[in-house]
Every structure is written in C-alpha cells, then in structure tokens.
C-alpha cells in the first residue's frame, strides 16, 4: 500500500508499506544484479549505507545459480541474508540488451544464454514463475524494451504486446500468490509504460495499464539512447497519466541530476549501476562534482573523498591511499569507492525526503545542483 504524504508541485513524498518494511519514497533502489552489489559490497554494508530497497535481475539469476535452487535455499532474502525490501526486474531489459541473442514472439522471448549459449524462453508466465520463486518483494511485469531509435509502426505493435503480456503475468502472480508452495504470497506487481520516445504512444499506453490497478506503475525504455531533455519532455507529459496514490518508478535512471529532475516530475522509485560502476574505475560523486581518483594531483591527498561524508571510506582513509589501492588493482580500492557512491546517492535521496517533509525542495534542488557542476 502507498501512502501520499506531501506534494511539492509533482514532486511526491510518500510511504510504500510491503511485507517486507515500509520503504520511504522517494528512493534509490541499491543494484545487485546476481543478488550482490558488484565491488566486494556484502549485504551488512547495505545495512550501515542507508540502503532501503535492493534490486536483483530475474534472467541473471534464473541463468545462475538458478531459480529454483534459490526457491529451494528459502528464497532470495533468505539466500542474501537481507531482511529488507527487494524488486526483481522481470527480464524484459534482456529483450532490448541481448538484442543480438534473442528471438521476440507473442508467447515470449527466446534466448541464448550470454553464459554458456544454451537456449531459455521466457515469457509472461515464466517470469512470473521465476520471480516468485525468487520472492522477491516486487516484482516487475515482463515486457519489451523497445529502443529509442525504434519506428513509431515498431514502437506501436511492441507496446500492444506488452499490454497482452501485462494481462498474463497479473493473472499468474494471482495464481502464485494463492499457490500452496509459494513462499511470498503478498509478492507486489509493478507495471511498465513503453512507447519510446513517442509521446502519445506513452500516454495512451499509461491510460491502458492503469486500468489493471497494479501496486506500482514503472516507466521503462528511458535513458537507452535518447536526450536527457527528451526524457525529462516523457516524464512530463506520460506521469500525469499515471495513479497519483500508486507509486512511479523510473527505470534504470541515473545519474543525481536525472534523479533531481526525475523528482520534480513525480517519480518515486530510482535504480541505475552508475554510483557502482564509475565507483569500480575510481570516478566519486561529491556534493562539490565528480572526482576522478586516477588523476596524478591526488597522489598524496590526505584529504577524504569528501569532507564530512560519514561513509566507511571517508570515516578512516585518504583519497592518496584509495588512489594507491585502485592503481594496485586491490579489491579493497574498489570496495570502499562503491561503498562512497552508494552513500552519496542513499545520503542524497534522504535529503530529498527531508526537503520535500519541509516544503523546500525546489531551493534544495537548485542549490545541490549548483554546488555538484563545480570543478572539483
């Protein structure tokens, strides 16, 4: 259940009560993809960084270790040992990333493993299937991710498709959930709004998938090739479109500016690999702009990443030994940046929430915004 607790313009604050915690909005959902953060990050970490919602993707795990085995193990938050919230992408995304090693029908996607190159379909009802296996929190309605650069006769006929898939998985998820062996039987589905970068596609697919009365509403197929401006014009006119007293999630979305501005369009939830990706290759968010650690000047910066940051890298060490840590190609460089980025951006959905709480957000977006395009 959602619970709309403030509005400032579009921006929302809410509450969204799962049964496993109540996740304040809005979030930064932290990325596990195979059910841990990349860069040495174990689940107790998540625990002292703030983080709210892990996110783990249903084709990885269904590739490895399987499905099944972690249904077997007692489900995914008993096999990561995280008693906290966590979504499951449906796979979808799989359908636009591994374009070259997928087959797109009306029953479902065909695949070849990226692993070991041996075939899977999924569709619907097996995405389903997976993902209550996994029992997650949330899971996310499989559908296409069509490209940005896609034709509109394309974009159409896709999102057609994903509206009759949308259909089956909500009928599957209520057969699970009443299903004897199911292990999360108030497992949530979330919608996805597709259309590409064709505005009336966008809307009138919102109108359609609001009808379902689903948990939560996503908006998929942003940020995979088209302009910032370009998306932030789709936020603006497909939000509204959506359940005001459900929350919205913003796929794969991004960096602190996206998320700002994301905010300020009426989003909720968040997810993006860019705090633990550019952690991996030594790049930081600071509230004062991003910091490259491989540059020379910080061969003998005493200094922490970032002053006051109360993160378990800037709490003990320098941004001298970090940089030494990453040249050496030691785990623990690459460890403790992720553990920064992740604090930055679960540090800076906080203050979100508590500027929206105060009626101030528009001052603190602008200021934060401000202070992070300095030259650091």
């Known amino acids: 259940m959602y619970q709309l607790l403030k509005q400032e313009g579009r921006a929302k604050r809410g509450e969204f009560h799962t049964v496993h915690g109540i996740i304040q909005t809005p979030v930064f959902m932290n990325v596990g993809t195979a059910a841990a953060i990349k860069g040495a990050v174990s689940t107790e970490d998540l625990e002292h960084i703030k983080t709210q919602v892990e996110l783990s993707n249903t084709y990885h795990l269904h590739v490895r270790p399987g499905d099944k085995i972690i249904k077997q193990m007692g489900g995914l938050h008993k096999f990561m040992s995280w008693n906290k919230p966590i979504l499951t992408d449906s796979g979808g995304f799989q359908v636009f990333s591994l374009a070259g090693l997928r087959k797109i029908k009306e029953e479902g996607v065909y695949f070849h493993s990226h692993i070991d190159g041996r075939k899977i379909f999924m569709g619907p009802e097996e995405s389903m299937q997976i993902q209550s296996n996994l029992a997650s929190t949330i899971a996310m309605a499989f559908d296409e991710c069509p490209s940005s650069t896609a034709d509109r006769s394309y974009v159409q006929n896709s999102v057609e498709r994903t509206t009759r898939w949308l259909a089956r998985c909500k009928n599957e998820m209520n057969r699970l959930n009443d299903a004897e062996d199911t292990i999360n039987k108030k497992q949530m589905l979330f919608g996805i709004n597709q259309g590409a970068v064709y505005e009336d596609i966008r809307i009138e697919h919102a109108k359609r998938i609001r009808e379902f009365d689903l948990d939560g509403y996503a908006i998929g197929g942003l940020a995979v090739g088209e302009s910032h401006e370009e998306m932030y014009h789709i936020l603006e006119e497909t939000v509204p479109f959506l359940p005001l007293e459900k929350p919205t999630y913003l796929m794969g979305v991004g960096t602190p500016a996206n998320i700002l501005e994301g905010v300020e369009r009426g989003i909720d939830f968040f997810d993006c690999v860019y705090p633990t990706r550019n952690g991996r290759h030594g790049h930081l968010y600071t509230n004062h702009g991003k910091i490259n650690l491989f ?82």
């Open 295 to 376: 540059n020379a000047k910080y061969e003998t910066d005493e200094r922490p990443i970032e002053e006051g940051c109360a993160c378990p890298a800037c709490r003990r060490y320098s941004r001298a030994y970090i940089r030494h840590l990453l040249k050496a190609k030691e785990m623990l460089g690459m460890r403790l940046c992720v553990l920064h980025n992740l604090y930055f951006y679960n540090t800076m959905m906080e203050e979100i929430r508590d500027a929206l709480d105060a009626g101030e957000f528009a001052a603190y977006k602008k200021r934060k915004l401000d202070n992070m395009s300095r030259k650091n």
